[in-house]
């Protein structure tokens, strides 16, 4: 796994922290490199396949949204990553 600062070995980031929101909602990631996104721009790296561990869906509102894809480690589940 890659050290804090480093991209991992596919060259790609992964998220290690998340911040929610009053509801409990994420709305914020931080990665391995230590870059933080916001829903929005998370969705946009995401979508460009700058991160991995990571995957998009079509919520019942029609919007998108981000999960954690199951590796079957339960240390990269989102909802498992520290706070920050």
Do not use: W
């Not at 992964?14 to 916001?38: I, M, P, Q």
């Amino acid at each position: 796994m890659a050290r804090k600062n480093e991209k991992t070995e596919s060259g790609k980031e992964r998220f290690v922290a998340v911040r929610k929101n009053n509801e409990g909602n994420l709305c914020e990631f931080k990665s391995n490199t230590g870059k933080v996104y916001d829903y929005e721009m998370a969705i946009e790296a995401i979508e460009q396949g700058k991160i991995e561990g990571a995957m998009l869906f079509t919520g019942r509102d029609g919007k998108q949204h981000i999960r954690s894809k199951n590796d079957g480690d339960p240390n990269t589940k989102f909802s498992n990553l520290k706070e920050f």
